[in-house]
């Protein structure tokens, strides 16, 4: 008899377990995706970025602007997120002041960088 219950208490505990590593696996798995999607927004992004370096398209523009907010809504580090929030805001209201800063929101945008996407979007919020 307590061997029956010390084996259940050991079964219990290792199906336990096992429901715990595999619950903590599936979350690394969808932090690791959520990265891999933000990285790929990005990169569409700057695509639409060179896109419009060319030759302004308001179409284009607004598929900047959904890359940019895909990529916010994906992004798992608060800083780049705050970030990319900070420069759809300023895509969607100054998004006709970005002729011109356009190289310097490419760069940011392909390393990543939290600080300069910031400055990149309020040098789009505040050009004339």
Known sequence: ????VLFL??????AGLGFFA???MQR?????QQSYQCAA?????VGKLEELR??????VMEALISNVYAAYCRADDAELSAALYT???ALIFDGEA???????????????????????????????
């Open 9 to 14: 208490c050991a079964c219990a505990l290792a």
């Open 98 to 128: 970005l002729p011109g800063h356009e190289a310097a929101l490419t760069e940011a945008l392909q390393c990543g960088d939290p600080q300069a996407i910031e400055t990149a979007a309020r040098e789009i919020r505040s050009a004339p």
């Open 54 to 59: 060319a030759a302004y398209d308001p179409d």
């Open 22 to 24: 595999g619950s903590s």
């Open 87 to 89: 420069l759809w805001n």
């Open 41 to 45: 927004m990005l990169r569409n992004a």
């Open 1 to 4: 008899m307590k061997r029956t």
């Open 28 to 32: 690394q798995e969808a932090l690791e």
